[in-house]
Nanobody, 119 residues
Framework: QVQLEESGGGLVQPGGSLRLSCAVS????????MGWYRQAPGKQREPIAH???????TYQDSVKGRFTISRDGAKNTMYLQMNSLKPEDTAVYYC?????????????WGQGTQVTVSS
């Protein structure tokens, strides 16, 4: 059984930093991509960063230069380093793994961790 567990969220002042972690347990045989999403109150969940084979990364324009996605295969953990945080970054952050299966892409999700940026 695959489980994703986020940690590292909390309350931070504007301009501050947080590092989110996503610990993965269980076996996923064909990972297509790993990433982070967020959902602010009243808004749809949106992708913010992805990492794929060869450690290529993509970012949503609003977080480019401020957020960095990475992974540690030995620890089965993915990270999101968030710097220069803004109030508009306030949201529940979710980690996601996309598995390529014969019928298409299957999504695994964590339970989410709250990030609040406020003075």
């Amino acid at each position: 059984q695959v489980q994703l567990e986020e940690s590292g969220g909390g309350l931070v002042q504007p301009g501050g930093s947080l590092r989110l972690s996503c610990a993965v347990s269980g076996s996923i045989f064909n990972i297509y991509a790993m990433g982070w999403y967020r959902q602010a109150p009243g808004k749809q969940r949106e992708p913010i960063a992805h990492i794929r084979s060869g450690d290529s990364t993509t970012y949503q324009d609003s977080v480019k230069g401020r957020f960095t996605i990475s992974r540690d295969g030995a620890k089965n953990t993915m990270y999101l380093q968030m710097n220069s945080l803004k109030p508009e970054d306030t949201a529940v952050y979710y980690c996601n793994i996309k598995e390529a299966r014969l019928g298409g892409i299957y999504d695994y999700w964590g339970q989410g961790t709250q990030v609040t940026v406020s003075s």
